[in-house]
């Protein structure tokens, strides 16, 4: 098992910045992938980054890229999203998730364990 707790999130103007983290313990050896989903009301969970534990190889969905970076610190098992020039589209619940995977991890459904998710609101 593996668990993942996230954190930072809040409310923040439009313009502004937050920085997310994901935490995990457990069986993390067995991870490959650390990603972020969002989640509007309404709308479905959509992929937002991930990043490889072994490498740091990070990729974005088009809609963040250039505003949003991730990162790891692979001695505290914790993956941070950082999110500058952030929207009022922004807004949404986030979820860090692992997977054992290494390919086609921008699908939620390859994700093996997800944390609690982290509000983010971004004011206009």
């Known amino acids: 098992q593996v668990q993942l707790v996230e954190s930072g999130g809040g409310l923040v103007q439009a313009g502004g910045s937050l920085r997310l983290s994901c935490a995990a313990s457990?069986?993390?050896?067995?991870?490959?992938?650390m990603g972020w989903f969002r989640q509007a009301p309404g709308k479905e969970r959509e992929f937002v980054a991930f990043?490889?534990?072994?490498?740091?190889?990070?990729y974005y969905a088009d809609s963040v890229k250039g505003r949003f970076t991730l990162s790891r610190d692979n001695a505290k098992n914790t993956v941070y999203l950082q999110m500058n020039r952030l929207k009022p589209e922004d807004t949404a619940v986030y979820y860090c998730?692992?997977?054992?995977?290494?390919?086609?991890?921008?699908?939620?459904?390859?994700?093996?364990?997800w944390g609690q998710g982290t509000q983010v609101t971004v004011s206009s």
């Open positions: 990043i490889s534990w072994s490498v740091g190889s990070t």
């Open positions: 998730a692992a997977s054992k995977w290494a390919v086609s991890v921008t699908a939620a459904r390859n994700y093996d364990y």
């Open positions: 457990g069986r993390t050896f067995n991870m490959h992938t």
